[in-house]
């Protein structure tokens, strides 16, 4: 069974267009708390593109979750010019929680009872 069978069992999106995503954050991010303004996009696109891959990874783990996983992963791929993770750990995370808020994952039911129909906040879930 592959990550994108186990997705589809749990309501994710078969698949999720990693460019799109990086496209709305090129245009947004200057609008977003989570950015500076003064920061070009490339200063942030790869925090953004490792916080959608690890959504699509694992969608029902939390970003608190795997944040130093990510952290990880960042300063691997980032090279010697990069944004320090403290600012662009920010950014990894709008972008998860973007993916959480458009994929929210509901849950299979489990031992017999269904799924859940609200958050833990106590917003109604969508059908």
């Known amino acids: ?13 078969a698949s ?7 496209d709305f954050w090129r245009r947004a ?8 303004p003064r920061r070009d996009f ?5 925090a953004i593109r ?3 891959e690890a959504f699509i990874e694992d969608p ?8 130093d996983t990510l952290e990880d ?3 691997a791929r980032a090279g010697d010019f990069r944004l320090h993770w ?25 031992n017999g009872l269904a799924p859940a129909t609200h958050d833990p906040a106590g917003t109604a879930l969508a059908s």
Do not use: K, Q
């Not at 490339?42 to 790869?46: C, I, K, M, P, R």
């Open 1 to 13: 069974m592959t990550v994108t069978d186990l997705n589809l069992m749990r309501g994710v999106p």
């Open 16 to 22: 999720i267009d990693v460019d799109a995503e990086i």
């Open 29 to 36: 991010y200057r609008d977003h708390p989570a950015f500076s």
């Open 42 to 46: 490339a200063d942030y696109e790869l």
């Open 50 to 52: 490792i916080g959608i």
């Open 60 to 67: 029902d783990r939390t970003f608190e979750d795997c944040r």
């Open 73 to 75: 992963a960042y300063e």
């Open 86 to 110: 403290y600012d662009a750990g920010s950014a990894a995370a709008a972008a998860w929680h973007r993916l959480v808020r458009l994929h929210r994952v509901r849950s299979a039911p489990v």
